[in-house]
Each structure stands twice: as C-alpha cells, then as structure tokens.
C-alpha cells in the first residue's frame, strides 16, 4: 500500500512538473527583419516562437507586406520593431489592428537613447543598425529585460542566454577589429548604403551608388567610377535583394567586378565574421 502511494506521489509531480515546463506554450515574437530571428531565439531558446514580419529574400527598404501576412500579428505576445522603412510604413503602424493585445517595443528608438543613429544627412537617419555589435549588444539586453516581463518565471534563464550571446559577439567583435585593422585600402563601393554602420566600427569608408533610394544619376555615376579610379577601387558590392544594372556598369567600367554581400543572413554572428573576410580578402 505504501508503495503504491509513492508511485502514485512520484506520477503526480512528474505530471505537475511536465505540464507546468517543458509543454508550456512558447511565446510568440514577431521580428521585423531576419537577422533579429537569431537574436531573439538567442535568448530565448526554446522558450519563444519566432516570426519574421518581413521574409528572407526581400528588402527591408520596401517590401509591402499582404494582408494575409500581417496576421502574424495576431498570435505574437510581442512585436520588436527594428525601424527600416518598409516596417516604418507597411508594418508597425498595423500591428495594434490585427492584435490590439500586442506589445510594441520599438527596438530602433530604444537603441538611438543609447548609441545615437548615423544620418545619411542631417535629419535623414540611417536605419540598418543591426549592422552595429555594439548597438546589437544593447538590443540583446531589451529583448532579455522584455521577455523576462512576460515570462517572469524564466527571467534567470533569458539573462544567462543574453549574457552567453553577449559573450559571443563581443569576442567576434574584437577579432574582427583586429583582422580589418591593416587593410590596404579603407574604402569600398556597395550600390545599397546599408554598410555604413559596419564601416564606422571597423574603421571603413562606404561609398554608396544609390542615393536617397533611387538610382544614381549620370552626374552621380561619372563621381563615383572617377573615385574608384583614383583608390583602384575594383570591385562593387551588391545585395541580392536590390536588383541595380548600375552596379555592374560601374565594374564595368572599372575593369572590375560585382560581389554579392548579404547584410540579412539569419545567423548574424557568422555573418558578420562572413562579411570581415570577404572586405578583408577585396580590399587587400
């Protein structure tokens, strides 16, 4: 009889403890652009479900998102807005109809109180900040601090995630610093202007073909071979997202090339040493 109810005992509090852990609901997070997916599942792991509000393979500059895709909204807990145009028009300003519930937590603002935004000019800021580890560092702490709010019972363990990717990229920050430290020429050439962030932090110097999100004009173009032409600048960056047939006109008249480079790679850290080595490689 005794043994039958320690049996009984031990079966009850396996159940509790099953029921209550490892088959609670995950929470649900909508992300405005890839690169946050690797952020947010770093710090909570298996405790979060991740949606991407803007799918891989499309610009963050103007993707115009369906009605049928803003229902992500309308099971998310919480929205991470990272600010890029397309979230700024198409995205955030709908989040509250599909889910008046939701908790909005605008990433790019809360980053800007800390580490001011670059401005393409003055009162035009430059909204690609994820491509910034110290301003992405700062994004892991108010991702750990929001979710602890709505999951208070594995606070501790949101912390740990956060500190240990923290950890990671602070690490993959110096050897890059180190390794683009000595390079040759500090200056390159991207169609896109989405680099300027990775160039201030690495000592670089982006010069952008497309200006204002339009192509560049004839004026703009004759400036920007005669500058390669002085650095012996040779090859042209490009995102896979933003199709320009001007970037390959400036190869070409450079006797140069065209190179892709991805600044919206899911999995940032290996991404950002990825990025190193290719700038590394072509501007030796």
Request: net charge positive; proline share 6%; glycine share 4%.
């Given at each position: ?117 670059r401005e393409f000019a003055p ?162």
């Amino acid at each position: 009889m005794k043994k039958s109810l320690v049996l009984i005992t031990l079966f009850l509090i396996f159940t509790f403890f099953f029921s209550t852990q490892s088959f609670a609901s995950p929470i649900q997070v909508a992300v405005s652009i890839v690169p946050q997916a690797s952020f947010v599942k770093a710090v909570g792991g298996d405790l979060v479900k991740v949606v991407t509000m803007i799918p891989p393979g499309n610009s963050p500059a103007n993707y115009a998102l369906s009605p049928g895709e803003l229902t992500k909204f309308s099971d998310s807990q919480i929205y991470f807005s990272m600010g890029v145009p397309a979230d700024l028009t198409n995205i955030l300003p709908r989040a509250k109809e599909f889910n008046p519930n939701i908790k909005v937590i605008k990433l790019f603002e809360e980053v800007n109180a800390i580490y001011p935004d670059r401005e393409f000019a003055p009162g035009k800021r430059d909204p690609h900040i994820w491509l910034s580890p110290k301003r992405v560092i700062a994004m892991i702490d108010i991702i750990a601090n929001n979710l602890a709010k709505l999951d208070p019972t594995n606070k501790d363990q949101y912390q740990q995630n956060a500190l240990e990717y923290q950890k990671k990229l602070t690490e993959a920050d110096q050897k890059i610093k180190a390794s683009l430290n000595n390079l040759k020429s500090k200056t390159f050439i991207v169609y896109h202007p989405a680099f300027g962030y990775f160039a201030d932090e690495y000592g670089l110097e982006m010069l952008a073909i497309e200006q204002g999100g339009k192509e560049a004009t004839p004026q703009r173009m004759q400036q920007i071979i005669k500058i390669a032409q002085q650095k012996n600048i040779k090859v042209i960056f490009y995102q896979a997202e933003i199709d320009s047939k001007q970037s390959q006109s400036v190869a070409e008249e450079l006797d140069g090339k065209t190179v892709q480079i991805d600044p919206l790679a899911e999995d940032y850290i290996a991404n950002l040493k990825k990025m190193a080595a290719t700038f590394k490689s072509l501007l030796n």
